[in-house]
């Protein structure tokens, strides 16, 4: 049976893994899917020189990736939101479908990248970029399409979840927590997205466009971080039946819609606690 072709860009921690997963597990996917996916083209600047061997092109060039003959779907993992716009423009307007993880770039771009894919009659895949482990994105755009949302809640970093769980925990302040996240690779050497809330925000942009139809700049968006807190915070939150959690927000009011990302006082019975 004839595989389908992707073309992938960025070989880095996350797309070298992409790339081994699909191959080591080919067997498995063929059978589930009916067919097999091939990584035919796949561009990083890890990659030394431009070689083909295997039915596969390895190069230097993401145009290689995007534009080469056979490939039909195009997977960007290579982040950021300078090359990866680039990118998925490319692939969205030569009509092939484009499969991405990258929150910061849709919540930045995400209109304009879906507004180029629905004039090229292609599809753009995002699941995995907000909640993927639920997963919530297909959910909210297949299963539930016909109701009105009127609010979503929820945590949308882990990195943050896990400070803010092991401190209350232990009692141990946040830097040493954080140390400690960084260890097990639960958190970046620079861990600002996560703890500042930017990425929590970049999520919620992208679930504010799947619930409510709206284009929301992140930008505009309330943020703040969990790196203020310590277990002080915890000990009277708990004196008031409350925990803290940092929380991502969207709900609809008299005046539109309110989004926030910050940490939130949250009762210790509730499902979010």
């Known amino acids: 049976m004839r595989a389908v072709n992707v073309g992938m860009v960025g070989m880095g921690t996350v797309g070298g893994a992409t790339l081994r997963i699909l191959d080591e597990n080919a067997v498995e996917i063929e059978r589930r899917c009916g067919f097999p996916i091939w990584v035919r083209a796949a561009a990083s600047l890890e990659v030394e020189a431009r070689s083909e061997a295997n039915n596969r092109l390895l190069t230097r060039d993401w145009h290689e990736a995007v534009e080469h003959p056979e490939v039909e779907i195009v997977v960007e993992v290579v982040g950021g939101t300078s090359i990866a716009y680039e990118v998925q423009k490319a692939a969205l307007e030569r009509g092939r479908p484009v499969v991405t993880a990258n929150k910061e770039l849709l919540g930045l771009r995400g209109a304009e990248l879906a507004q180029l894919a629905a004039e090229h009659n292609a599809a753009l895949h995002m699941e995995?970029?907000?909640?993927?482990?639920?997963?919530?994105?297909?959910?909210?755009?297949?299963?539930?399409?016909?109701?009105?949302?009127?609010?979503?809640?929820?945590?949308?970093?882990?990195?943050?979840?896990?400070?803010?769980?092991?401190?209350?925990?232990?009692?141990?302040?946040?830097?040493?927590?954080?140390?400690?996240?960084?260890?097990?690779?639960?958190?970046?050497?620079?861990?600002?997205?996560?703890?500042?809330?930017?990425?929590?925000?970049?999520?919620?942009?992208?679930?504010?466009?799947?619930?409510?139809?709206?284009?929301?700049?992140?930008?505009?968006?309330?943020?703040?971080?969990?790196?203020?807190?310590?277990?002080?915070?915890?000990?009277?939150?708990?004196?008031?039946?409350?925990?803290?959690?940092?929380?991502?927000?969207?709900?609809?009011?008299?005046?539109?819609?309110g989004l926030f990302v910050r940490p939130v006082l949250v009762p210790q019975t509730a499902m979010l606690s």
């Open 128 to 257: 995995a970029s907000c909640g993927g482990g639920i997963p919530i994105l297909n959910a909210l755009r297949e299963g539930i399409a016909a109701d009105r949302i009127e609010a979503v809640y929820g945590i949308l970093n882990g990195t943050c979840n896990f400070i803010l769980t092991e401190m209350e925990k232990t009692g141990a302040p946040f830097a040493a927590i954080l140390a400690e996240a960084q260890k097990r690779g639960y958190a970046e050497a620079n861990p600002s997205a996560d703890v500042e809330g930017y990425d929590a925000r970049s999520k919620l942009a992208i679930l504010a466009a799947f619930c409510f139809g709206a284009r929301i700049p992140t930008d505009s968006i309330f943020r703040e971080g969990i790196a203020r807190l310590g277990p002080i915070d915890f000990a009277y939150a708990h004196r008031l039946g409350y925990t803290i959690r940092l929380i991502a927000g969207a709900t609809r009011g008299p005046a539109g819609l």
